[in-house]
């Protein structure tokens, strides 16, 4: 029998009883895929390496170990998700139980209408004039 307070002896995969891959630390790539935070793995990893996740405020590359209790700052399809690990998994799990290995704390999403209110320039009209670029700064204060 192996000892498993020391993880030593034949066999010996924490946690992997359940299939769901659960150990007590994962790769943070392979955790924000586990638990459907973004489409594939790739993704993940390319977002990690681009500086668009934090873990407990800190850059993250995509090998750093995530524990249960770190908080995940990840932005992705233009928002930010901030989530809280309650439990990590390596191996993709389905949505129910992927809602079960993190807390959520992410501010909403916007509606469609504060998500259509990014200014748009028509097709050649060229680039926006000094006049222009103080409007379209004063629009944005106005939205915040």
Do not use: Y
Request: charged share 30%; aromatic share 2%; net charge positive.
């Amino acid at each position: 029998m192996a000892d498993e307070a020391t993880g030593t002896g034949a066999g010996t995969a924490t946690g992997t009883a359940t299939g769901t891959g659960t150990t007590g630390s994962a790769r943070v790539d392979a955790w924000i895929w586990s638990v459907r935070l973004t489409k594939t793995r790739s993704v993940a990893a390319t977002a990690c390496r681009a500086g668009h996740v934090k873990v407990n405020g800190e850059r993250a590359k995509p090998a750093q170990v995530v524990r249960a209790g770190d908080e995940v700052r990840l932005f992705h399809a233009g928002r930010e998700r901030i989530v809280v690990v309650k439990r990590p998994v390596t191996k993709r799990v389905g949505a129910p139980v992927a809602a079960e290995c993190f807390v959520d704390n992410s501010p909403p999403a916007p509606t469609r209408i504060e998500a259509e209110v990014v200014g748009v320039r028509d097709r050649g009209t060229g680039r926006p004039t000094k006049r222009d670029r103080r409007e379209i700064e004063s629009l944005r204060a106005r939205g915040r």
